[in-house]
């Protein structure tokens, strides 16, 4: 029996390696390719061991070191589109949740609905009707338009955690003759305080990962890492490290955020599966 | 107090409600709502007027002439439409059903609660933060015909590679796609199903194991119909992305070769972005959205049939 | 339950950082380095593609700068990136940039929209432009539309082949003319290179040749030299007037091209189905290949192992270049091609965007570029005659005289036509042509249904019936018009 019990624990340590080198096997290896020197990038049989160097980030990021402001317009974008989101969604989400709301399940399933629409086939018209108003490469008109991924997610997500908590707590506060804002404000959000963390961090990496907005809505000033990967894809050759250390660079906010704020990540994921 | 609120009946308010505290759901969800249908509405309808006419940046800056379906017809008898479409299909369906499948696998082996084994699920995360731009990259040069990882791998275990690459031969491009995809997004399946497993209350499944149910059992019969509602919402999300995915594809084969991955969302690129037909790419958008509209209302009358909300 | 407290600070580090940025981001249209409006004429913004031209062209800017005092911002973007942004900026009738590349096949639809301006008036006030010494069959095929002048060419390219000198004495190979010779066919082309297949050299499998087989462009562009050099046209009449666009893809200079194109991919690596544009110029250089033929630029490019790295790469000094075959019994086209410079018309700085491509498209700087010696001398696109003939300039680059007779042969019109809507015809017919080369069909079959295909697309294009004016383009008009605004 015990060696039962070892032999499928045994099994499953080795499972687990095996999802590890597969999921991250392949990252190690694209970090590999920013460090290691150009040539050794296309050997056969792939080279394991090498020199390592920076020079591929300085590269991006000191000289000519285009990446290093499109890092920056990164961040400005996704903080500012979590930051656009929550005012929108987490009241969207709190009614969702606490009140009858009549063809509830029709709207819950209307916000869904929007994350089917192609977004390639926004971005003309977004275009004109941006340019038109005078928003061309600003901040705000990527901010703006990521809103139709952050908001529908967010709701979905957000409603779910609001599920969670118990209603007798917001009962008794309004037994003590609390309003609704207060109730929200001061009891229920600060329970659901995980769930919004996780919110925001999925709205950021959505935000933070988006090529295709970027691509037609943001100049030369405003562009961001995603874009910055492309350009190094040109007709004329495939610069491979300064796309591997553009993409490392476009790669490590997301995970580190996912990393740190890690206990919040499975607490979130269950989309209100089943009443804890 | 608490004699108070025994005692005092359980009637409603004596003043009428006010007009907020009657509507105050509606008022809550409203600004979402507005922003969405403002952010959505416009380009839809925008496109919509733009499909019945002929306009083609390349021939001239506006609108020229108004063609009424022309451009709808146009659209479905185009080359690549048919192709696009099944393509399009093909990697929805097959890669949602795979990730799902896959994912599940991965959260069962989660939960067995090893030592160390939260580390595998902490990491397991990382693929899909990364950008579908970027994980495109990183899979061009991982099947790279001279170089590549993969192709090295393949050729290891003896695995036949085509000598144009994986990406080069029509018969593996689009299970080349299909992978990177599956690659992404099945960490995501197994953290949301690992989620999802893990709130099973104990006593459910104490009760089942003392009934001496199998674990295959216990897998089908309890656990999975009680993380139904996550597990349908989580593949309809899939399967909307995948099916209007078009940055890996650019990325890897730009529709290649011949129309082997050739998909909706790319067709829908190449009309906007590059031939700058916007009659045409507007009677495309319509399109799509109808015939994803449709699968997902078959989708969710089926399965959210019986769901509470 | 249990209630997370011990979040309280992280909550509310949250909140700032999301207020100050919610803040921020509002203030954003206001803050936000939006797009200089240049209204002063101390500023020029050049748009362009980062083709080998743009490296040395960036160099030599300081001196731009040094002799008129206006500042350049320079910005080079990804070929689709490019477009999509330069056609952007025209439908917003936004100004983006005072000077932009214009890719030849572009420029029809850009003058005919209003976007670019004509650079006739401009032209015609310069007195030391020197349009004379520009090549005619390139400003004929680049950079003139219905009688205008809209661009001038900062780099022009022709097709040339390029042979590796010592795999052909070592497998016994008569070295190929460095002029157009009747001898000298596609046909000796194909044999030569089958006398290659499956050989060895230096220990290593040996590959005959290379190909571009990525669509839609590169297959293209490799492509339509072969059926150019048979006198293949793609419509009925065009840029002879009246303009007809009825698609004559079944014509046998097709069929034959199609069929030389399919023998060549068999002498190639089975990768380079998915060869853009300098995965077979890297390739060539890397050593496995014999010979093979493409745009004049990678006559230097492949000196260097990988692009613009300035490293030499292994075959520098063992190549040497030579004319394009023809097709026996029919007079030579080569196909050009290149990058020219316009000004925008939204632009409100022409005169400032003229003048920098007055100097980046000038004599002295073209031979500034030429003898920049970082990254291993990586330019010789010229465009003007005189710079074919200077001593100092054929010193470096020893096949100027081989490119030169191709681009006196050129015609950019004919290879490519610069039709409104190219880009849907390029896109079905890069298709066709990869299908053809991977699978096993019929070419005769699949040029039809291409042909069909094009007609449906010109037919939704409105170009068949064709209802605008059309305009006699041949060489000879554009040598007219050239003398006469070169007459100052």
């Known amino acids: 029996m015990l060696r039962q019990k070892a032999f499928f624990s045994a099994l499953t340590y080795v499972g687990g390696l095996l999802v590890l080198a597969i999921f991250i096997g392949p990252i190690v290896w694209f970090i590999a390719l920013a460090i290691r020197p150009a040539e050794t990038a296309f050997a056969m049989p792939p080279q394991f061991t090498f020199q390592p160097g920076l020079d591929a980030f300085r590269h991006i990021l000191v000289n000519p070191g285009t990446n290093a402001p499109q890092l920056v317009n990164s961040l400005i974008v996704a903080i500012g589109a979590v930051a656009l989101n929550l005012p929108f969604s987490v009241p969207a989400a709190y009614a969702l949740s606490r009140f009858k709301v009549r063809g509830k399940k029709n709207i819950m399933l209307w916000y869904l609905g929007l994350l089917m629409a192609p977004p390639i086939a926004f971005l003309i018209p977004y275009f004109i009707l941006i340019t038109r108003v005078g928003l061309q490469g600003t901040y705000f008109s990527m901010v703006l338009v990521l809103q139709t991924i952050t908001i529908p997610f967010s709701v979905w997500l957000m409603k779910s955690f609001i599920d969670e908590v118990p209603s007798e707590l917001e009962e008794a506060a309004r037994v003590d003759g609390a309003r609704w804002y207060t109730v929200m404000w001061r009891i229920t959000l600060p329970i659901v305080r995980p769930g919004i963390i996780v919110t925001s961090m999925f709205a950021f990496v959505f935000a933070w990962n988006n090529a295709a907005f970027p691509l037609v809505l943001s100049s030369r000033s405003t562009a961001t890492l995603p874009i910055g990967t492309l350009g190094y894809f040109a007709t004329s050759g495939v610069t491979w490290n300064f796309i591997a250390a553009a993409a490392v660079l476009a790669m490590i906010p997301p995970m580190i955020i996912f990393l740190v704020f890690d206990r919040y990540v499975v607490r979130g994921l269950t989309f209100g599966s089943v009443k804890g | ?309 | ?488």
Not at chain 2, 109 to 125: E, S, Y
Not at chain 2, 187 to 211: C, G, K, M, N, T
């Open chain 2, 1 to 309: 107090m608490s004699v108070q609120t025994v005692l005092a009946p359980q009637a409603e308010k004596p003043v009428r409600p006010s007009f907020v505290r009657r509507y105050l759901p509606y008022l809550l969800i409203a600004p979402s709502v507005i922003m969405l249908l403002s952010l959505i509405a416009y380009p839809l309808l925008f496109a919509l007027r733009s499909s019945l006419y002929f306009w083609n940046l390349q021939i001239a800056p506006q609108p020229l002439t108004f063609v009424g379906l022309a451009n709808y017809v146009q659209a479905l008898n185009a080359f690549d439409f048919r192709d696009a479409l099944v393509n399009t299909l093909v990697l929805s369906v097959t890669g949602t059903a795979i990730e799902f499948a896959f994912g599940l696998a991965i959260a069962l082996l989660l939960l067995k609660a090893l030592p160390g084994m939260n580390v595998v699920r902490a990491l397991l995360i990382l693929p899909t933060t990364i950008a579908p731009i970027v994980v495109g990259f990183l899979f061009r040069y991982l099947y790279d015909p001279g170089g590549g990882l993969i192709t090295w791998l393949l050729r290891v275990f003896g695995a036949p590679v085509p000598p144009m690459g994986l990406l080069g031969s029509p018969t593996t491009a689009l299970a080349a796609v299909l992978f990177a995809d599956v690659w992404q997004w099945t960490p995501f399946f197994a953290i949301v199903l690992y989620a999802s497993l893990l709130s099973v209350p104990d006593e459910i499944i104490e009760a089942a194991r003392l009934d001496r149910a199998s674990p295959l059992t216990m897998l089908i019969r309890i656990k999975l119909p009680l993380i139904r509602r996550t597990a349908v919402i989580i593949a309809m999300l899939r399967f909307m992305q995948l099916f209007n995915t078009f940055d890996t594809v650019l990325v890897l084969t730009r529709g290649g070769p011949g129309t082997s991955t050739r998909t909706l969302g790319y067709s829908l690129y190449e009309q906007g972005l590059i031939n700058f037909n916007i009659g045409l790419v507007s009677a495309m958008t319509w399109i799509t959205v109808l015939i994803v509209n449709i699968i997902v209302a078959l989708y969710v009358s089926f399965a959210f049939r019986n769901e509470e909300w």
């Open chain 3, 1 to 488: 339950m249990s209630v997370d407290t011990t979040g309280l600070s992280r909550r509310s580090l949250l909140k700032g950082v999301s207020g100050a940025a919610l803040v921020g981001s509002s203030f954003g249209p206001l803050l936000a380095p939006t797009r200089a409006r240049a209204q002063s004429s101390k500023l020029v913004r050049v748009l362009a593609v980062e083709d080998p031209f743009f490296f040395s062209m960036k160099a030599m800017i300081p001196d731009f700068e040094k002799e008129t005092g206006v500042k350049v911002e320079l910005e080079s973007l990804s070929y689709d990136a490019l477009q999509a942004r330069l056609v952007s900026a025209f439908v917003a009738k936004t100004s983006d940039a005072d000077v932009i590349a214009v890719d030849q096949m572009w420029l029809g639809q850009y003058l005919d929209n209003g976007w670019i301006i004509s650079l006739n008036d401009f032209i015609a006030k310069d007195k030391d432009i020197d349009l004379a010494d520009f090549i005619p069959e390139v400003l004929y095929s680049s950079n003139t539309w219905r009688g205008q002048i809209a661009t001038l060419p900062v780099a022009a390219y022709a097709q040339g082949v390029m042979y590796r000198k010592d795999i052909l004495e070592q497998f016994g190979i008569a070295t190929p003319p460095t002029q157009t010779s009747e001898a000298w066919t596609w046909d000796a082309y194909l044999n030569a290179l089958k006398s290659l297949d499956g050989k060895q050299f230096g220990g290593k499998p040996l590959f005959p040749t290379v190909v571009c087989g990525s669509q839609p462009s590169p297959i293209v562009h490799m492509f339509t030299q072969i059926s150019a050099s048979h006198g293949a046209n793609w419509f009925k009449a065009f840029p002879t007037s009246p303009w007809n666009f009825e698609p004559q893809l079944t014509g046998p200079a097709w069929m034959k091209s199609v069929d030389i194109y399919r023998e060549l991919y068999k002498l190639s690596p089975p990768e380079a189905i998915n060869y853009v544009w300098f995965d077979a110029g890297t390739r060539f250089a890397k050593g496995d290949i014999g010979m093979f033929y493409w745009w004049t630029p990678y006559f230097y490019l492949i000196k260097n192992s990988g692009y613009m790295t300035g490293k030499k790469s292994d075959i520098m000094g063992k190549y040497a270049a030579a004319a394009m075959p023809k097709a026996a019994g029919v007079e030579q086209t080569i196909s050009l091609g290149g990058w020219s410079l316009g000004v925008p018309s939204s632009s409100a700085n022409q005169e400032a965007g003229y003048a920098f491509i007055k100097w980046a498209t000038s004599k002295a700087t073209q031979k500034k570029m030429a003898l920049w010696p970082d990254l291993n001398y990586q330019f010789s696109d010229f465009a003007r005659v005189s710079l074919y003939k200077d001593e100092e300039v054929k010193a470096i680059y020893p096949y100027l005289d081989v490119q030169y007779a191709m681009m006196k042969q050129g015609n950019g019109k004919i290879t490519r036509p610069p039709v409104p809507g190219y880009t849907a015809l390029e896109s079905v017919l890069g298709l066709t042509l990869n299908q053809l080369l991977t699978g096993a069909a019929d070419p005769k079959v699949a040029l039809e249904t291409t042909n069909g295909l094009f007609t449906s697309i010109l037919k939704g294009n409105l170009m068949i019936p064709y209802q605008k004016e059309s305009f006699g383009d041949t060489l000879s008009e554009a040598k007219a018009l050239i003398s006469k605004l070169g007459k100052s």
